[in-house]
């Protein structure tokens, strides 16, 4: 019996330990000597070249403030896993514990924070519009009686008819099956817009044929805050993850990364993305803060 009582004991024990490891995450890293990075394989921010390799503004951006926090533990080595994440399995995989911190396109909004927890925002995503240059549109209102493309599964178009100029337009909608889908509607003239992520649009532009026909046009239609994201309850790994990132922003490097993925070259294809940094991303850089979606839309 006593023996039984004792076992009941060490099972409660280590369960309450593995539940205290679920929310100090710095303690797990220290003690496995690993830590699993949520990464995306086809973002603007995030994306892979195959063979495990993921890459990206967010992914080194990501890779660094882990090695500052391996600094921090004072590890002689960190062995960073990466852990391909959708947009309907990134939430689950962060709260269940498989991913330890989130570097993807993620939205910070008031429904995910319910959920999760975000580092400091470090780019703030514009949706915008792509059209041929020689189209004559350059607002939403030209929009009226045109074909408009987007992604399956996304809300751009939504985003679009909700906004407060869009009233009395009229447009038909058509669903690529992906980005590139999306942009080949508006490449072979299936449709005379493209309405996305501005830094989705400017990748498939860099990508084109002739890029210079092609330009962002109109109205920013939404402003998302993007930020990494982590477990809820966590303070002190939120702490870590949100010194690298002002550390990163003070001293000029997280500048530099920007440039080194939106206006250098940048592979597979050794193109230019060609998207300098918004107002809206500068100030999110200038005041770090956590803000979800929900406060950029107030007025």
């Known amino acids: 019996m006593k023996k039984h009582l004792l076992a009941v004991a060490v099972t409660a024990l280590a369960a309450g330990s593995v539940f205290a490891q679920a929310n100090d995450t710095l303690a797990k890293i220290k003690a496995s000597g690993?830590?699993?990075?949520?990464?995306?394989?086809?973002?603007?921010?995030?994306y892979t070249l195959g063979n495990g390799k993921y890459v990206g503004?967010?992914?080194?951006?990501?890779?660094?403030?882990?090695h500052d926090i391996q600094k921090q533990l004072g590890l002689a080595k960190l062995d960073i896993k990466y852990q391909p994440v959708t947009s309907q399995n990134r939430i689950p995989l962060v709260?269940?514990?498989?991913?330890?911190?989130?570097?993807?396109?993620t939205t910070n909004n008031a429904a995910r924070q319910k959920d999760v927890a975000f580092a400091v925002t470090t780019y703030v995503e514009e949706v915008r519009t792509?059209?041929?240059?020689?189209?004559?549109?350059?607002?939403?209102?030209?929009?009226?009686?045109?074909?408009v493309a987007t992604t399956t599964g996304t809300t751009s178009v939504q985003t679009l008819r909700k906004h407060e100029r869009a009233g009395g337009i009229d447009f038909k909608e058509v669903?690529?099956?992906?980005?590139?889908?999306?942009?080949?509607?508006?490449e072979t003239g299936r449709a005379d817009a493209f309405v996305m992520d501005g830094s989705i649009l400017a990748a498939n532009i860099s990508k084109s044929k002739n890029p210079a026909d092609y330009k962002i046009v109109g109205e920013v239609l939404s402003v998302e805050p993007i930020a990494?994201?982590?477990?809820?309850?966590?303070?002190?790994?939120?702490?870590?993850?949100?010194?690298?990132?002002?550390?990163?922003?003070?001293?000029?490097?997280?500048?530099?990364l920007y440039d080194k993925w939106f206006m250098q070259p940048v592979p597979p294809t050794n193109t230019k993305i060609g998207l300098p940094m918004s107002e809206a991303t500068k100030a999110a850089w200038a005041n770090p803060n956590d803000k979800p979606m929900e406060d950029y839309a107030k007025k």
């Not at 994201?229 to 000029?252: E, H, N, T, Y």
């Open 95 to 105: 709260t269940n514990g498989t991913v330890d911190l989130e570097c993807g396109s």
């Open 57 to 66: 503004f967010h992914t080194e951006m990501g890779e660094i403030v882990l």
């Open 130 to 147: 792509v059209v041929k240059a020689s189209s004559g549109i350059n607002s939403i209102k030209d929009l009226n009686g045109k074909t």
């Open 175 to 186: 669903f690529g099956k992906d980005h590139a889908d999306s942009f080949l509607m508006l």
């Open 228 to 256: 990494c994201m982590l477990r809820k309850d966590d303070p002190a790994f939120k702490k870590a993850v949100d010194d690298s990132i002002k550390r990163q922003i003070a001293d000029g490097s997280l500048a530099k």
């Open 34 to 46: 690993s830590v699993t990075l949520g990464v995306r394989e086809s973002s603007g921010l995030s």
